[in-house]
Structure formats: structure tokens, C-alpha cells
């Protein structure tokens, strides 16, 4: 398997344009993580799914963040409008379960995203 | 999430054991202990994990204290590829547990491995 990707690797905008970071998880697995780090505030996690379903959107900063997974090979991360505070990397993990037990969750490269 | 605390960094030299410990001593019954690590600008990896047994595999070996409130991450012979931050992370692993699936991240220990 190819890994968690993400696209872009990189993403430069300017203020007040809509951004979307893009995940296609490890084919078969059915938690997929969407995670934040700057300096000042370390990893954080904004939002994970269950089979394409959101579980817990707790960590999702405001309403200018959104995400979707439209089917199972696919999710969406998206800021509209964009603010230099949202500068970051942003990674995506996916994880498996068996017999109601979760597994360790594999990272991607993550997309490094500035805002000017 | 049971709250873990490491030391901010520590220091190892290339071929010896670095041995990093992790404090949890609120962790609950169904709490994994699990380990990560971040390489400079790369998503962090998996490296081991455990409920109370001794664990260990191809990159590392875990200890885990018999009153589960404390941990060691080893890693046997290190080399410079180690140098990175390493995480340890109390996560709850079963269906219906507060902490399932998710993972909280400290402030992890830098581990650095000079030659």
C-alpha cells in the first residue's frame, strides 16, 4: 500500500481565499484523523470519522473549517475564508479496527499550508 | 485521555540504548500505552504499544510498570536516524470509551543521537 496521501504538499493563498487539503486514507481502513501543528500549539487533532461518518468535530477551530469524506478512499479539509493564523501543517491518519479494538494510526506527509 | 508527562529532551549516543520514560499515572483500565515519533518534517510514526505486558518489536521494546502508572520506551541500539521527538499516548481502544481511536498529543521528549 502506497501510505496515507495527502495533496497538496505545499499550499501558499492568500487572505480570505478557500483552501482544501485533500486525504485518500490506507485502503480497508475505517477511522480516518485529521490533525493540526504549529509551534505554539503542538499536534492537535480537529476532527476524525468512523466508516465516512464524523465522530467528534470538538477540535475544529471555527466555522471557517470544514470537512467531509464522501466515501471511504476520500476526504476533504476545507477553510473558507483563510487567515494567517490557520498557517500549519496539516496531517491526515488513518487507523483500523478489529473486534471493536482500534489500531495504531498511520500518518501522512502532511500539507504544509501559509497563509499571507 | 490519560494525561502523560516525559521529559522535555534527552540525549543518547549513536549505539547505545536511549531509554525514555513516561509517567501516566491516571491512565484507566482500558488505556493503551502507545508510543510515536515525529522525524524532523514528517507526520509521525508508529512505533509500539501496550496494555500491562513487556512488549516489543522490530523497532523497539516497551516496559510497562506492573502498576501500569509508568513506562519506558527502549530503543536498543540507536542511531542517528533517531533523533526526533517521541510521543507517548494514553488511548482508550475499545468501542464506547471517551478516548477511543483519538490520540493526544503532549509536548513529547526531543531525542537527539550524536555520533
Keep these: ?116 | 485521555d490519560a494525561k502523560t508527562t516525559q521529559p522535555t529532551s534527552m540525549d543518547c549516543a549513536e549505539g547505545r540504548a536511549a531509554n525514555l520514560p513516561c509517567n501516566h499515572s491516571t491512565i484507566s483500565g482500558n488505556e493503551y500505552v502507545y508510543w510515536y515519533r515525529q522525524i524532523h518534517s514528517q507526520g509521525p510514526q508508529y512505533i509500539i504499544h501496550g496494555l500491562k505486558n513487556n512488549e516489543t518489536n522490530e523497532m523497539a521494546s516497551l516496559i510497562i510498570t506492573e502498576d501500569r502508572k509508568s513506562s519506558t520506551l527502549i530503543l536498543p541500539h540507536a542511531t542517528l536516524r533517531d533523533t526526533a521527538v517521541y510521543y507517548c499516548i494514553a488511548q482508550g481502544a475499545y468501542a464506547g470509551g471517551t478516548s477511543y481511536g483519538k490520540l493526544t498529543f503532549g509536548q513529547g521528549t526531543i531525542l537527539t543521537v550524536h555520533p
Design chain 1, 1 to 116: 500500500d502506497a501510505g496515507v496521501i495527502q495533496s497538496p504538499r505545499h499550499e501558499v493563498t492568500e487572505m480570505g481565499q478557500e483552501v482544501t487539503l485533500r486525504c485518500k486514507p490506507i485502503s480497508g481502513h475505517d477511522y480516518l484523523f485529521w490533525y493540526r501543528q504549529t509551534m505554539m500549539r503542538g499536534l492537535e487533532l480537529l476532527i476524525y470519522f468512523n466508516n465516512n461518518v464524523p465522530i467528534d468535530d470538538s477540535g475544529m477551530p471555527e466555522d471557517r473549517f470544514s470537512a467531509k469524506m464522501p466515501n471511504a478512499s476520500f476526504s476533504t479539509l476545507k477553510i473558507q475564508p483563510s487567515e494567517p493564523r490557520d498557517s500549519a501543517v496539516y496531517f491526515c491518519a488513518s487507523s483500523g479496527t478489529s473486534g471493536g479494538r482500534s489500531y495504531e494510526q498511520y500518518f501522512g506527509p502532511g500539507t504544509r499550508l501559509t497563509v499571507t
